[in-house]
C-alpha cells in the first residue's frame, strides 16, 4: 500500500475499540468478492455446546433417509426443522408444499432448471433475470451448454415470444431489494423464487412468500456456506419429483452429515426465538447488520457523495414487530465522477470486491459482501475513508 | 408369494443360524437393485465410538477449505487421509496427482466429462464404455443434454472417428471383471478409470492403479453411501483446475461434515490396516464377501445349471500377499433355458434386481447387490433356491 494511505487519518470514531491504528497492516488483501458468511462465527460460538452434533462410524451408511418420501434422500429431522422454522418466523406460506433437499442452492437452481424446462423442444428455453442480477445466475444455466435451457439475460430487455424461465431473487443479490417479476409478456413466464436473503436479519418480513417454486439456503440463513445445504419448496407434485431425479443423477443426494447438522442448527434457532432465555439468533445478527450498515453509511455520507448507497425503505416485520429498514447481505456501492471502473480502485487498495459488469449492470457499480469478520469490516471501512481523502485531495 | 413357494423344502445348510425357516416373510420385497451398502454396517458397530465424530456449531462456515489449494473446497485432514490410504493399500500411485473431492463419483464423473470435452466443438464429443457398463453412465452423460459430451452406447461397437471418451470401471460394475480400454481407434481415447471397487474386499490388488484420472467413493471402499463422498485423482493440473470448476459452478464445493468424517473413517480404517490390537477393516469385510460368494456358488451349483455366475480367476493380492479370487459388490446371475427376462422371473419372487438390458446387456442377466443385510441375504439365497426347485419341478 502507498504512503499517500499510511499517512492519512483514520476517522477514529469508526475504528473498533479493539483495532488501533497501528495494528493496521495495509498490505493486507481483503477479500469482499464472496459472500462468505464469517460474520456468524461470534454468534455460534457464543452458543458452546448447545448445538454440538456427534455422529458414529454405523450412523447414515445408506443411500437413503425415508423411502416414503418423495424426496428419498431428505433425512426426517431436517425435512421438521425446516418446517418448524418457516413456522416461527413466518416468511413463508408452506402447507402445501413439498421440500426437495440439495447441495446448496446453486444444486437446486439447476435442478428447478431441469424441471421446468420443457423436455422435447429443439431450442433450449430462455431463462432471464432482472439486471442487476446474480452474478452466478448466467454461469450455472450455460456451463454444461444444455439443450434444456440457456441464459438469455437481463429479464428488462428480454423480447422474445414463447415460455420463459424468470430468476426473481428477492431481496435481490447484489442491490438487497425486494423484487416482483418484471418481465412484460409475462403470461407465458414460468418463476423461479430465489429467497436466500428473505430473514429477518437482512429485511423485514412483510407478508409470507406464497409462490410455486422457492429456493431458500442455510448458508445464507444460519451462515453455515461449508455445509452446503439448501432446500427447495415446490408446489406442484410433479416438478417436485423432476427435481428430486436431478439431484439423484447429479450427486445421488445430499450428505446425511450435513443434513443432520442442518437440522440440529435449525433447531438451536428455532429455540432461540421461542426461549427468552436464549440469545434470539435473528435479533442478534440484526442488530450486527445494523451497526454495520450505520456504520457504513455514515463513512459515505463523510464522502461528499463520491459513493453512494442502495436506499431502502422502512417495512413493518411481522416476525419483529416493528419497522425497520432493510440491511442487505451486500452493499451495492456505486461511484460518481470520472472515476468508471470502481472494482480496479478498490482492488488499488487491497480491498477485494465484484464488479457491477458482472451482475449486468455497470462497472462504476460494485458488490461487497457485509458478511465478513468483524476485523475484516473494520479495516474495509478505513480504507473506504482514506480512498475518499486521496479523492477529495485530488480534486 | 405362491403356496408353491411355502411348501418348498429350504436348504438348512444355507440358513443363517439367526434366521429360522418359521421367522422367514416371504412377502418382504427384498432389495436388491441398488448398491446400497449396508453390509457395512456390523463391522462399524463394533468398532463402537472409535470413529465418532462432533461438530461444534461454530466449525465450518466458510465456502472455503484451504485457499491455497487448486481444490479450495478440500479438508486437509482429508486429503491427507486419502494419501495415507492409497499408501496403506497399494491400489495406486498418485505422487504426481492432484486430488479433487466431489459429491460422491457421480459428480465426479460429471465434472471429469466436462473437464475432458473439447470446450468449443460444434458437436458434443462421444462418451463411451464397454457393455455391460454401469447403467447410470447413459443417465449421467445425457440428463441436462449437454452440447460438451453425449453417451454414445457400447464402446465394443462405437466406430465413430475422432476424439471420444472412454469410461473404464475396474473393477467393472456389474460383472466385477477387471478391464482395460476396449475401443479398437483407441489412439484418439481420453480414459476415465472408474475405480470405486479397486480395494482388497472384493478384488486382488495386483498392481497400483497409475492413470491420468481415477475417481473413488466412500460409498464403495468404507461403505458409507450417505455421505456423499468420492475423490478423483488427476494427473493434468489444468484437468484438476476445470474439474474444480464444475464442482464450485455445480454445487460451491462438498459439505465440510461429510468431508471431515470421510477423514475420520479413513483414518480408522488405515489404523486397522496398521495396528494389530485392531479388527482389520480389509480383511474383516473381504472375509464377509468371501463367505457370501461360497454360499451363492453353493446354491447356484445346485441348480441343475439353470443359473450361472462370471467365473474369476485366482490373483496375487500385494495388500494381503496371498493368493484369492474376486468376491466383487455385484452379482451378475444369468439364467439358461426358455427365461428370457430375469428380472421378472426374481421380482415374482420378491426380489428386485437389474435387469442385464440397463448395462447394454441382455435380459437373461441381472445384477444383484451382494452388500445387502445379511437377513436379506439369506432370504436371497433361500429364495433362489425356491426358484430352481420350481423350475426344476416344472422341467
Avoid at 450412523?59 to 421438521?80: D, G, I, M, R, V
Avoid at 423461479?192 to 430473514?199: G, H, K, Q, V
Avoid at 465522477?337 to 477485494?352: A, Q, R, V, Y
Amino acid at each position: 500500500m502507498s504512503c499517500i494511505i499510511k499517512s492519512c487519518q483514520v476517522h477514529s470514531a469508526l475504528g473498533n475499540p479493539e483495532t488501533r491504528e497501528d495494528d493496521i497492516n495495509w498490505d493486507t488483501v481483503i477479500n469482499l468478492d464472496h459472500g462468505d458468511p464469517i460474520m456468524y462465527e461470534p454468534y455460534w460460538r457464543k452458543i458452546g455446546n448447545r448445538c454440538d452434533i456427534t455422529l458414529s462410524g454405523y450412523q447414515s451408511l445408506s443411500y437413503f433417509a425415508n423411502t416414503k418420501n418423495l424426496c428419498w434422500f431428505l433425512e426426517p429431522k431436517l425435512e421438521e426443522e425446516i418446517k418448524r422454522l418457516h413456522n416461527v418466523i413466518g416468511n413463508v406460506v408452506m402447507d402445501d408444499h413439498y421440500i426437495v433437499v440439495g447441495n446448496g442452492s446453486s444444486q437446486l437452481i439447476q435442478a428447478a432448471l431441469f424441471a421446468l424446462s420443457p423436455p422435447n423442444e429443439p431450442e433450449p428455453i430462455s431463462v432471464v433475470s432482472a439486471a442487476p442480477f446474480y452474478s452466478g445466475y448466467a454461469e450455472v444455466a450455460d456451463f454444461v451448454r444444455s439443450g434444456l435451457y440457456k441464459w438469455a439475460g437481463d429479464a428488462h430487455i428480454f423480447a422474445k415470444n414463447g415460455p420463459y424461465i424468470e430468476l426473481i431473487t428477492s431481496p435481490n443479490n447484489p442491490n438487497g431489494v425486494i423484487r416482483e417479476p418484471v418481465v412484460v409478456n409475462g403470461s407465458q413466464g414460468i418463476l423461479i423464487y430465489d429467497l436466500a436473503y428473505y430473514w429477518p436479519q437482512y429485511t423485514a418480513i412483510t407478508s409470507p412468500a406464497n409462490y410455486d417454486v422457492m429456493l431458500f439456503t442455510v448458508s445464507k440463513c444460519t451462515g453455515h456456506a461449508g455445509s452446503r445445504i439448501g432446500w427447495a419448496l415446490i408446489r406442484d407434485k410433479e416438478v417436485a419429483k423432476k427435481m428430486t431425479k436431478f439431484i439423484e443423477l447429479n450427486t445421488i443426494g445430499v450428505s446425511k452429515e450435513a443434513q443432520l447438522r442442518a437440522a440440529k442448527i435449525l433447531e438451536v434457532i428455532c429455540d432461540s426465538c421461542l426461549d427468552s432465555t436464549l440469545d434470539n439468533f435473528f435479533e442478534h445478527n440484526q442488530s450486527v447488520m445494523s451497526e454495520r450498515w450505520q456504520r457504513l453509511r455514515q463513512v459515505v455520507k463523510d464522502s461528499d457523495q463520491f459513493f453512494t448507497l442502495q436506499k431502502y425503505s422502512s417495512q413493518y416485520c411481522l416476525f419483529k414487530g416493528n419497522f425497520y429498514e432493510s440491511h442487505p447481505a451486500f452493499v451495492w456501492l456505486m461511484c460518481k465522477g470520472n472515476e468508471d471502473d470502481l472494482e480496479k480502485l478498490l482492488k488499488g487498495h487491497n480491498i477485494l470486491t465484484r464488479s457491477g459488469k458482472r451482475f449486468g449492470s455497470d462497472s462504476k457499480c460494485v458488490r461487497i459482501s457485509m458478511l465478513s469478520r468483524e476485523e475484516d469490516f473494520n479495516i474495509f471501512l478505513q480504507r473506504l475513508m482514506v480512498i475518499q481523502q486521496v479523492i477529495t485531495n485530488k480534486n
